[in-house]
């Protein structure tokens, strides 16, 4: 397992408790890959992925990174660009107009991209002590 697979841009999490959703960086990523808790921001309690949602998490991969990844290259077009014109390097306005239409155009499609690709980016975790529970009974 390459630990890229840890890092899914963009994913949230649902607290079954308190009802939360959350987003969560690398790191509690990775601790829920390694089957140990990450604390809600709700209610504070300490939160387990099942092996169930554990799978499904393995099969989302990573839609948003390359969208970043455009999102980004765009956007530093954009300020090369504009600042090239401010630095006195490109004369013409048009390259302004370029500059703002490459940044507010990519924006205005990557935007709306990016959120619906994340939309679907959730696990849903459950308290500790429920799946201990849980997994204790008959
Ligand atoms: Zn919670």
Redesign the pocket.
């Given at each position: 397992m390459s630990s890229s697979r840890t890092n899914i841009i963009g994913l949230k999490v649902h607290?079954n408790?308190?009802e939360?959703e959350f987003p969560i960086g690398k790191q509690k990523q990775t601790l829920l890959h390694k089957s140990q808790p990450i604390v809600?921001l709700?209610?504070k309690?300490e939160?387990m992925m099942s092996a169930a949602e554990k799978e499904r998490l393995l099969g989302f991969g990573n839609p948003l990174k390359y969208m970043m990844l455009a999102s980004m290259i765009s956007g530093l077009m954009g300020v090369i660009l504009f600042g090239g014109y401010l630095l006195g390097y490109l004369k013409s306005e048009a390259f302004v107009l370029v500059a703002v239409v490459v940044t507010l155009g990519s924006n205005l499609v990557l935007g709306p991209k990016i959120k619906n690709a994340s939309a679907p980016l959730m696990v849903n975790l459950d308290p500790k002590s429920a799946t201990m529970t849980a997994s204790a009974a008959p």
């Amino acid at each position: 397992m390459s630990s890229s697979r840890t890092n899914i841009i963009g994913l949230k999490v649902h607290c079954n408790a308190c009802e939360k959703e959350f987003p969560i960086g690398k790191q509690k990523q990775t601790l829920l890959h390694k089957s140990q808790p990450i604390v809600c921001l709700g209610c504070k309690v300490e939160l387990m992925m099942s092996a169930a949602e554990k799978e499904r998490l393995l099969g989302f991969g990573n839609p948003l990174k390359y969208m970043m990844l455009a999102s980004m290259i765009s956007g530093l077009m954009g300020v090369i660009l504009f600042g090239g014109y401010l630095l006195g390097y490109l004369k013409s306005e048009a390259f302004v107009l370029v500059a703002v239409v490459v940044t507010l155009g990519s924006n205005l499609v990557l935007g709306p991209k990016i959120k619906n690709a994340s939309a679907p980016l959730m696990v849903n975790l459950d308290p500790k002590s429920a799946t201990m529970t849980a997994s204790a009974a008959p």
